[in-house]
């Protein structure tokens, strides 16, 4: 018995492959002949898939990979050599030693009872997280003299800028802290440069920067600017089209009301999918480039969009949504990050 097909997909998130090396590309030249550009892969790409972006990026030179979960590795094991893969979360227990011994993945080591935990489980070659100024995940420089630390055999030395995205006092503060941390521990290579990090340049490039922002099409500083080539396209299906009389009102809270005749299309696009309400009566729809205003309030599911400029567009044809991440991020308040890993399970990536 032949399975029945696939249902057709109201949501697709268009991917520009080519616009992801580029920018990969564009960051690994920046990051200077001294240092080579990895790539944050985290929470599924920023939730573009994280199967197509290290495709990708392992195709355009990118040759190491950072997950923040171990859930995450399985996924890429087939993808890369595993041992070009780092989980910044680290070992929580001997459970995730055995995996990553088992695997070949390495684990970011960011306490000293991480690093016992490693060294129990057999150690190996593994990556260090040092805390400059984050307070977040990383040894303080007080632990770099444990002797479990001291035993381990670190490939790459990784701290984490907090400030890169301004011209703060803090990303110098940071830098000298990581330098001292560099001359007390061996280790093979440092990386601390994220994607804003690395338009601080020079010192800040280390062997390895980590690019993750950028790749996905965001701008995280202004030098940036006209640079970064947009990855990320949602994409949504008009659904219903419906007539408005002057004086009829849309959505919930009859938020919109109607100041003429108008031809409205639904689409499949709602707060569940990442849309969320800060949307409302201010987001735009694209058809080539004509702009189909957001109606009303955006609910769980739906959307509706004022069709006026594109008198053309039928049921079950496809708009795209304007979401150019430095752009859409100053409309909705919402950072670029929050742009991207919002964007929900339901579309066809």
């Not at 057709?8 to 002949?33: F, V």
């Not at 990026?57 to 890369?80: I, N, R, T």
């Not at 991440?325 to 909705?332: E, G, Y």
Request: hydrophobic content about 45%; some cysteine; aromatic content about 6%.
């Amino acid at each position: 018995m032949q399975p029945e097909p696939a249902p057709s997909a109201a949501l697709r998130l268009g991917i520009d492959r080519e616009a992801l090396a580029d920018n990969w590309r564009l960051m690994d030249r920046l990051s200077g002949s001294q240092a080579k550009a990895g790539a944050a892969v985290k929470a599924d790409a920023y939730g573009l898939g994280a199967r197509v972006a290290v495709s990708v990026l392992a195709q355009a030179g990118c040759k190491d990979f950072f997950v923040a979960h171990w859930g995450e590795v399985s996924d890429l094991l087939d993808l890369v050599p595993p041992a070009s893969i780092s989980v910044l979360h680290g070992p929580l227990n001997a459970a995730d030693v055995a995996y990553a011994r088992a695997t070949g993945v390495r684990a970011v080591i960011n306490s000293p009872h991480q690093a016992r935990l490693w060294r129990d489980g057999g150690g190996g070659l593994c990556d260090v997280m040092v805390d400059t100024g984050m307070s977040r995940l990383g040894l303080g420089l007080e632990a770099l003299g444990d002797e479990a630390v001291r035993a381990l055999d670190i490939d790459v030395l990784l701290s984490h800028l907090a400030c890169a995205d301004e011209d703060s006092p803090h990303n110098a503060r940071q830098l000298a802290l990581w330098q001292q941390a560099r001359a007390r521990l061996p280790h093979r290579r440092a990386s601390l440069a994220n994607s804003a990090g690395i338009v601080l340049g020079g010192a800040y490039l280390g062997d390895l920067t980590r690019p993750g922002l950028a790749l996905y099409g965001g701008v995280p500083r202004e030098e940036l600017a006209g640079q970064i080539r947009q990855v990320a396209r949602p994409q949504a299906a008009i659904i219903q089209i419906r007539q408005l009389n002057e004086g009829d009102t849309v959505g919930y809270n009859a938020t919109f009301t109607a100041p003429r005749a108008m031809r409205v299309g639904v689409i499949a696009l709602g707060y569940a999918d990442g849309y969320l309400r800060c949307w409302s009566d201010k987001g735009a729809m694209l058809a080539g480039d004509r702009v189909l205003p957001v109606l009303g309030r955006v609910s769980m599911d739906m959307s509706a969009i004022d069709l006026a400029a594109a008198p053309e567009i039928a049921e079950g044809d496809w708009v795209e949504a304007q979401y150019s991440l430095p752009q859409a991020a100053a409309a909705s308040g919402l950072s670029q990050y929050e742009l991207l890993t919002l964007l929900g399970r339901r579309f066809d990536r």
